[in-house]
């Protein structure tokens, strides 16, 4: 068979609550492309084998988060989207099991180094949330889940999520559950879910601290979209075919990752400081050198749990991620230690004044009418910035945890194709090893390209912390 599904008899499904506004901008981006987070994990596990377990442990993964369980609902009255929340019990999560000839025609007309690389960024393209001619779709499921015959007696397992459910933390929790679960842990071992996909991000942000006028609301939305017309782009390859996100993997030694983040501490900043400086640096250095002061747009994501009212723990699923741009001029001779202390300390600054809170509705806004309407960005590409980066790093210690449930290697990340920045970093900590997935809108931008820019990054950090070949 080519991709049989488990599946049971459906169930009526209760209205449940809208989403918020930032919930109602994801769904409208992922018609377009830009939305869709995915989760592969490459096991040294038969296929049939994952795909029986697995449909076990979803189902009791969306007991503890019903979120998960939960479908999306399209109102062509309101034009606006929520959730519909399935029965208790809700039916057992259904698993696609691709066998190897159907994932030997993906593997072949992928450009990818391995298969999981190319099942990551096949994942990354299937948009089940739009169909042509009848977006928006109504009644679709939050999560897909599949699992491929990939590597001889192996397999690779994708799990896809809207965004709207799914920002970074969430996406860290479910793999960490899911290999507790996989690794026996009970039916009751974690985190409750308590207030759980009851509210949006904007009904739990403290009071006074998005408080802004219309006057300013106007004033910062305008100087946001002129400031956005000014700034520098990395070359733009195809600017008319179909888009799609690819993905380049960043992977740093351990010894030169440990004077990295060293140097980041005794300077007083995070790893994504370091990182954005890499990336304006490497691209910068791709242009025609002038005199003039080129301007780089760095959008920097923070997971807001801890500070909402009330706070949430990262086992509370959804998105709760918020958005800070900052634009960083560039001649051409920075040390990228002296410009990732300013690229760090000018997110930090707008982080203190709250303007993660205050600018939320006005960063929605223009990316809904970038969406809307695309000649407002340079040459239609619907870029908003260069690159985009997390505040803090996945800090991720679970080697023998994963050795014993016989995963070899996993990769997570969210789809920029439809708009975003030109490269997304997705950074992770590994056992001591810095490695980020990187992700790009092809053609938009190549492959070639984007590979040559991340192993400029990669010199960019390794020569940050040597000098002539030694180590300081």
Partial sequence: MAAAAIHTSEKQYSPARSLGNTEQNWCRAVASGTGITVLALQMAIPPPQIAASLTGILEKLQTRHPLLAAKLHYNRATKSFSFLQAPAPAAPHAVALHDAPTTAKILAAAAANSPLHAILEHELNTNSWSHPGSFPCSGAEILHVAVYAATGTGSVVALRFHTSVCDRATAVSVLRELMEMVGGAGPNAGIGNEGEGKMGIESLIPVGTAKKTLWAHGLDTLGYSV?????????????????????????????HTALILERCKSKGIKICGVLAAAAIIAANSTKHHTSDTK?????????????????????HYGFYHSAILNIHKVKGSENVWDLAKTCYMDFADYKKSNKHFSDMADLNFLMSKAIDNPALTASS????????????????DSLEMQRSIGAEDFVGCASVHGVGPSIAIFDTVREGRLDCTCVYPAPLHSREQMSEL??????VLIDGVTEDGTEV
Wanted: proline share 6%; hydrophobic share 35%.
């Fill in 227 to 255: 400031n956005s017309l000014r700034l520098t782009n990395l070359t733009f390859q195809n600017t008319k075919m179909p888009r799609r996100s690819e993905v380049v993997r960043l992977q740093i030694a351990t010894k």
């Fill in 295 to 315: 301007k780089y747009g760095v959008v920097t994501l923070t997971d807001c749990r801890a500070i909402l009212q009330p706070p949430l723990s990262h086992r």
């Fill in 381 to 396: 590409s619907l870029r908003t910035s260069l690159v985009t980066v997390f505040e803090d790093p996945v800090l991720d």
């Fill in 454 to 459: 991340v192993e400029r990054i990669s010199k």
